[in-house]
C-alpha cells in the first residue's frame, strides 16, 4: 500500500513558477512508476509528466514540455513537478500517482495510487 500526499500548490501570476512535491509513503515507492495528472474544472483529468523509478526516463504532454519538470528523489520517497513559465490554462487540480508497473506513462488506468490533488490558479 503507497499513500500519496500533495503540496506546493497555490496562486501565481501567468508566467510564473510553483514547485509540487508529492510525499509517499511504503518501501517499494523507489520500485514504482510516478506520475503527476491534472483535471480542470468541467474537464477529465489528463496526464501531465511521469517518470520510471531511476529517474531516468520521464514522459511530458506536449502542452508542458519544455515548461514542466519532473524529477524524484527516491531516498526522501518524494516526486516534484517544477513548472515554469505557467499559463492560465495551466489551472487545475494536480494529482500525483503512482504506477507499481512501472512505465510512468500516460495511461491513467496504470496508476494504483493516488493523492487527494493540490490546486494550481495562474491568474492572467
Known amino acids: 500500500q503507497v499513500q500519496l500526499v500533495e503540496s506546493g500548490g497555490g496562486l501565481v501570476q501567468a508566467g510564473g513558477s510553483l514547485r509540487l512535491s508529492c510525499a509517499a509513503s511504503g518501501r517499494t515507492f523507489s520500485s514504482y512508476a510516478m506520475g503527476w495528472f491534472r483535471q480542470a474544472p468541467g474537464k477529465e483529468r489528463e496526464f501531465v509528466a511521469g517518470?520510471?523509478?531511476?529517474?531516468?526516463?520521464?514522459y511530458y504532454a506536449d502542452s508542458v514540455k519544455g515548461r514542466f519538470t519532473i524529477s524524484r528523489d527516491n531516498a526522501k520517497n518524494t516526486v516534484y513537478l517544477q513548472m515554469n513559465s505557467l499559463k492560465p490554462e495551466d489551472t487545475a487540480v494536480y494529482y500525483c500517482?503512482?504506477?507499481?508497473?512501472?512505465?510512468?506513462?500516460?495511461?491513467?488506468?496504470?496508476?494504483?495510487?493516488w493523492g487527494q490533488g493540490t490546486q494550481v490558479t495562474v491568474s492572467s
Open positions: 517518470i520510471r523509478w531511476s529517474g531516468g526516463v520521464t
Open positions: 500517482a503512482a504506477d507499481p508497473y512501472g512505465s510512468g506513462g500516460p495511461e491513467p488506468t496504470r496508476y494504483d495510487y
